[in-house]
């Protein structure tokens, strides 16, 4: 084999080039490397006719366009001024660095040579296993590679894939990150979101969704608004903490009272409950002027259900700072017996005295 | 005291107090006062006014002598046996079994009077009340044992 151009001293730096005569599939494998960017390439050409034996070919490959011209005639060509002039068999011009003119001698044919040689490649159509590491980088900023139709949605086995959309996954909760499944199958509680939202001097009703809690905090208050928009069909579980001193003292005696709407409604609640204090066992059943949630300095639980034809509280509490109490149960109920008023804000929470602690609204539904 | 914004409701026509102002329905009438209570606004069907220390007084001491009534009779349930008892025995004619029964249950008899007396002194108690003041630092608590 002979690179014909070899006294141009320029191109031999550029390219290194090889050819050779495949036999068993009757074409022309030209190998080569481009030394400036590294990159080393095969091209074919099927002949259309066995050579005679004990014959050159020779070929002129026109890098720009990627095609072939084999003959079994010797080209004639001239260099000058960084061009390649052809005249035979073929009449063309070519940059230098752009042409390889090639001999290939008939006893170079080999084609367990060749097979082998092709083992160094990557092959279009046949599968082979790769065991060198190759690196993705094309010349210009893009996608590494792609993938065809028939590869879409397929599964990559042994891929462990390390990024989804460009985010890392993981058990341990962290921003921008994936959650996984723990051991145990349940997520860490840390993944799932703060579901409170603390309502202290908003100035306008909050929507509370299904699940989430709001807290409002007060301090030597008598009047405490909620600031919870509601509807029809809601469901809350309420806690109201007062966090003055216990003590059998100081209190005064009062409701502590929810206000639907931010107002009262002149003897349209029916308060009925059942306490126990230090003197003994009480009842009544009464009628006030907003919801009764609350006695004294009081710790209470109790339940809200809103619907415009019934609305009601249940729960009980603890009442302390008088000499009967501290502590005392009462166990109530409280019915807004207006069955066509919407109830839309949750209301303001009023104290007989300047009171302190915090209120847990948790909508259930 | 806190502010409150009275009105009656346009459309339930009962006495409402807003305890914020953007809790008065637009284009009603109402009435800014400061109050210690919501409860202490009263309408008296011709105007929204703060109810008097007299009628808060009167409203206090009506609600004391409930108290009290609700008290007392916690305090009678347990014995209430032996009067039915001895009820019982006189309805049948039986006054010797009466009789017997009285002796029985002395003590809890002499103490049935005594909380009789303490209620009725309790009762005139809330009645001669002068203020609230007064009026809320009386504790409804019978603790005498007989």
Known sequence: ?365 | MMKVWAYIHPELRILCCALLPEAVPEGVEYVELEVETPDDVVYDGTQIRVKTEEEKLMEEKQKKLAELKNYVASLFRPTDYVVIRIAEAQAFGNRRIAKQLRQKYTKQLQQRQAIRQWNEQMKQAIRNAKTLEELRSMFIDFQKEV
């Open chain 1, 1 to 365: 084999m002979d690179l014909l151009q070899k006294d141009v001293p320029i191109l031999a730096k550029i390219y290194e080039a090889k050819c050779f005569y495949d036999s068993q599939n009757n074409r022309i494998a030209l190998y080569y490397k481009n030394h400036v960017t590294a990159r080393t390439l095969i091209d074919f050409y099927n002949l259309p006719t066995t050579p005679p034996p004990n014959s050159s070919l020779y070929v002129i490959y026109d890098l720009q366009t990627g095609t072939f011209n084999v003959s079994t005639d010797p080209p004639t060509y001239t260099v000058s001024n960084s061009k390649v002039h052809v005249t035979s068999p073929i009449n063309a011009e070519y940059d230098m660095d752009k042409v390889i003119i090639y001999k290939v001698s008939w006893y170079e044919i080999d084609s367990d040579y060749i097979l082998t040689q092709l083992d160094t490649f990557v092959r279009k159509q046949q599968a082979d296993i790769i065991t060198a590491t190759h690196v993705f980088n094309p010349t210009q900023p893009g996608p590494a590679f792609q993938l065809g139709p028939n590869a879409q949605n397929q599964l990559i086995r042994y891929l462990n894939a390390d990024k989804v959309d460009g985010f890392d996954a993981s058990q341990t909760p962290a921003p921008n990150t994936i959650p996984v499944a723990l051991p145990t199958g349940k997520l860490d509680i840390g993944w799932l979101p703060d579901r409170r939202v603390d309502l202290t001097g908003a100035t306008s009703d909050y929507n509370l969704q299904v699940g989430e809690e709001a807290i409002i905090r007060f301090t030597n208050a008598t009047s405490v608004p909620l600031r919870i928009a509601t509807q029809s069909g809601t469901y809350y579980e309420m806690h109201l903490v007062c966090s003055n001193a216990g003590r059998t003292t100081g209190a005064v005696e009062g409701p502590i009272s929810l206000n639907p709407n931010n107002r009262t409604y002149s003897n349209a609640f029916v308060f009925s409950w059942i306490s126990r204090n230090f003197s003994g066992l009480y009842s009544n059943y009464e009628t006030r002027s907003a919801f009764i949630c609350g006695w004294a300095f009081s710790n209470s639980t109790f339940y809200i259900t809103n619907y415009t034809q019934y609305k009601n509280l249940k729960g009980f509490y603890e009442i302390y700072g008088r000499s009967n109490y501290f502590p005392a149960i009462t166990v109530f109920s409280t019915d807004w017996r207006d069955t066509t008023t919407p109830w839309t804000s949750l209301g303001t929470i009023t104290f007989p005295q300047q009171t302190s602690g915090y209120i847990l609204v948790r909508r259930l539904v």
